[in-house]
C-alpha cells in the first residue's frame, strides 16, 4: 500500500496514529512515524498534543461549514439566473436548452441530458442535450430501447416519489444491481438525475453523467435538483402553447371556410378548397 512505500522511504519501524476530531465528529488523521520500535509518547506530550489537535479539529469544522456556507450562496445566484432567463424565452425547447446549459456550466460533468418520460411505451428518450442542443425522438429510438421502465424499475419509482438519484465514488442511492444496470444503460460511471413532476405525474428527468467516479458534493445536489423543479413548473405551459395557437388556427380556418362559402365563386370549387383544408386540420385521407 502507500503507507508501505512511505514506510519503507522514511525507514519508519513505530507508528502513532491520532484522531483530529471536532465532537464526535472524525475530520482526519495524524500519524506519527520512528525509526525505532516501541516509540510512544509520555502523558504530558500526549495530552499537549491532543490539545492541540482539539483546537485543530475546530478549525478544520468551521473551515467545512465556511465552504458549505459558500457552495449555497454560490448555488443560488445561478438558479436566479437562470429563471430570469426563462421568463425571457418563447417556448419550452429552449427554456430546457437554458436549463441544460446552466446545469453544465455549474456542475462541469461530462454530459447534461433531459430525458422526457413516453407514457404509451413507458420510456425514457434524450429531449435535450448539452451536446446536440435538441434531439428528435426518433433520433434516440436506440438509445431509448434500452430505457425502458421494465429494466430500470427501482430507478423509475425513486423519480417517482420525488427522490433524487445520486450514483458516485462507491455510493448509490439505488440498489446495487439496479446502479449497475443504470450505468450500463448510459455508458458512464457516475450520475445525478433530478424528477421533473407535475401533479404527481413524472414528465421526465435531468441528469449529469461523468465518465469517471465522482464525489457529488450537496452544491450539486441542490442545484440539479433546483433546476428539475423550475423544469417541472414550466413543462405544463407547452400543452398550454399548443392548445392555444390550435384554438387559433381552428378559428382562422372557420373563418375560411364561412368566407368561400358566402362568396360569390363557383360552389363547387369553393366545396373542393374547404374540404381540403378541414382533411388537412384533421390528418385525414
Not at 23 to 45: A, I, M, N
Not at 222 to 238: C, D, K, M, T, Y
Not at 262 to 275: F, G, I, K, N, Q
Request: hydrophobic residues 40%; positive net charge.
Amino acid at each position: 500500500t502507500e503507507w508501505h512505500k512511505v514506510a519503507e522511504k522514511f525507514h519508519i519501524q513505530g507508528t502513532i496514529i491520532l484522531p483530529i476530531r471536532y465532537k464526535d465528529r472524525c475530520l482526519g488523521l495524524v500519524l506519527l512515524g520512528s525509526e525505532r520500535w516501541g516509540y510512544l509518547l509520555t502523558g504530558e506530550t500526549k495530552a499537549r498534543l491532543m490539545m492541540v489537535l482539539g483546537e485543530l479539529g475546530a478549525v478544520l469544522y468551521q473551515h467545512e461549514i465556511h465552504q458549505q456556507q459558500k457552495q449555497n450562496r454560490r448555488t443560488d445566484e445561478p438558479l436566479l439566473e437562470l429563471l430570469e432567463n426563462l421568463r425571457n424565452l418563447n417556448n419550452l425547447n429552449q427554456r430546457l436548452e437554458a436549463a441544460v446549459q446552466a446545469t453544465h456550466k455549474f456542475v462541469s460533468p461530462n454530459r447534461t441530458n433531459i430525458y422526457w418520460f413516453e407514457r404509451e411505451g413507458r420510456y425514457f428518450w434524450c429531449r435535450m442535450s448539452n451536446q446536440l442542443v435538441k434531439i428528435g425522438r426518433n433520433s434516440s429510438s436506440q438509445q431509448a430501447a434500452g430505457m425502458t421502465v421494465q429494466d430500470l424499475s427501482d430507478f423509475y419509482y425513486a423519480l417517482a416519489v420525488n427522490q433524487i438519484v445520486s450514483i458516485g465514488d462507491a455510493r448509490s442511492s439505488l440498489k446495487s444491481h439496479s446502479t449497475a444496470k443504470l450505468l450500463q444503460r448510459l455508458k458512464v460511471r457516475s450520475l445525478l438525475a433530478a424528477p421533473i413532476i407535475w401533479q404527481k405525474n413524472l414528465l421526465g428527468f435531468l441528469a449529469v453523467e461523468s465518465n469517471e467516479p465522482r464525489i457529488w458534493t450537496e452544491a450539486d445536489k441542490n442545484f440539479v435538483q433546483g433546476v428539475g423543479g423550475l423544469i417541472s413548473l414550466i413543462a405544463p405551459n407547452e400543452s398550454m402553447e399548443s392548445t392555444i395557437k390550435q384554438i387559433q388556427e381552428d378559428a382562422q380556418l372557420t373563418s375560411q371556410v364561412a368566407q368561400g362559402i358566402y362568396s360569390e365563386h363557383d360552389l363547387h370549387e369553393t366545396l373542393h378548397s374547404c374540404a381540403k383544408r378541414v382533411l388537412a386540420r384533421l390528418a385525414a385521407t
